[in-house]
């Protein structure tokens, strides 16, 4: 695999490349939720902070004042002029907030959540799909997750991994191709990441798509439902909300699920998050794994500890996958920097972080960056 010379070639050519936009953790609720337009309730259940403007306070103690009443695309900041440039047909985030105005919170220690007449955070972006099988879509519970739901296909935005019943919460997201084709977007969430089992969906009952366990039985009923899904000539994405928040381990569970996720399931990509900061990426069998994308939008800027992870510093993953085969053809990562509640291009220095820190942890994956003069990130895989 080499390097493309600057932006050359990074539009997908139709008909023989996909191209698709893949993010981490995007967490709308609490302090972000107060600097948009119309702010909820900021009151909080948690230990130690009570109200969600505390972390507007504590984002300008570190970087400065952030403006009110903010316009939709302000949080997304220079992300915006990167996907208008790349035009991915594909756009995929972890939504990690319950969108709704209940005040019956789930007593887990931090809850998250916009005001409903928030939405145009998320259609701004134009958003194809937002994944919501994670730790946080139910922090108000099953009446908050269906006012989510509800607030987003309202929005003509696309959810998977929860849903009113079981088989809607297992269903994929469905998105059509400009050239005929379909890429279907698989949820799943697991408890590693600490969401509670009984948020599972059931028969009658909302929840996620919970993922019980790693087993071959696991993987057969998931293969069960892609095969009964797929068409001929469509792209597989499994979103897999799983693992702590810091470390950059794999463990070896994850990885061999991942690769049977690929080898039996029949995935073209598999679409890891739950960590603070990226992780390592895999080309396995041509297909890529993220095994955790980081965050990407959220209000902790001013919350110390673990600063050795460098988690003010995101990734926007741009994959290319063959229309016809799904495999990886190429790879353009996009680092950020995160400052009042925006992201901002990051410098040559931060990317240059990135870079050594990712090599440094896909080398067992037989994968590695190199940086562009324009402070970009493209893949390398044998």
């Not at 403006?67 to 915006?80: E, N, Q």
């Not at 990226?278 to 794994?289: F, M, V």
Request: glycine share 10%.
């Amino acid at each position: 695999m080499t390097v493309p010379p600057g932006d050359k070639g990074l539009k997908p050519e139709p008909g023989k490349a996909v191209g698709l936009f893949l993010c981490g953790d995007v967490m709308l609720g609490r302090g972000v939720d107060q600097i948009l337009a119309h702010p909820g309730d900021p009151a909080l259940h948690e230990a130690f902070v009570r109200s969600a403007l505390d972390y507007v306070r504590l984002a300008e103690d570190a970087n400065g004042r952030i403006p009110r009443a903010v316009a939709p695309d302000y949080v997304w900041g220079d992300a915006l002029t990167e996907l208008s440039g790349a035009q991915p047909q594909a756009r995929i985030i972890n939504l990690e907030t319950s969108i709704t105005k209940s005040a019956a919170y789930f007593p887990k220690g931090i809850n998250y959540r916009m005001n409903p007449e928030n939405i145009g955070v998320v259609s701004t972006a134009l958003i194809d799909c937002c994944v919501l099988a994670n730790n946080h879509v139910l922090d108000f519970g099953r009446d908050g997750l269906i006012d989510t739901l509800e607030t987003l296909h309202r929005a003509g935005l696309r959810t998977a991994g929860a849903g009113h019943d079981a088989a809607e919460a297992a269903r994929p997201a469905i998105i059509d191709l400009p050239d005929g084709g379909r890429v279907l977007v698989f949820a799943f969430g697991h408890a590693s990441s600490g969401i509670p089992p009984d948020w599972a969906a059931a028969p009658g009952v909302p929840g996620i798509n919970f993922l019980p366990d790693f087993s071959d039985y696991t993987i057969a009923a998931i293969t069960d439902r892609t095969r009964s899904m797929r068409h001929d000539g469509d792209l597989l994405v499994a979103s897999v909300h799983w693992g702590g928040n810091w470390g950059y381990p794999i463990p070896t569970q994850h990885r061999r699920f991942a690769h049977r996720l690929i080898d039996t399931a029949g995935f073209d990509v598999v679409h890891g998050h739950s960590s603070h900061h990226p992780k390592t990426i895999e080309a396995y069998g041509e297909r890529l794994i993220l095994y955790g994308c980081g965050d990407f939008l959220n209000d902790y800027e001013g919350i110390g500890g673990y600063e050795g992870y460098r988690s003010d510093l995101r990734l926007m993953y741009l994959p290319q996958l063959g229309a016809a085969t799904g495999k990886l053809l190429r790879l353009r990562l996009v680092p950020f920097k995160i400052a009042r509640f925006q992201l901002h291009r990051a410098t040559i220095a931060e990317a240059r972080w990135l870079q050594q820190t990712l090599n440094e942890h896909c080398q067992t994956c037989k994968m590695s960056f190199a940086l562009d003069a324009d402070g970009r990130l493209w893949g390398h895989w044998s």
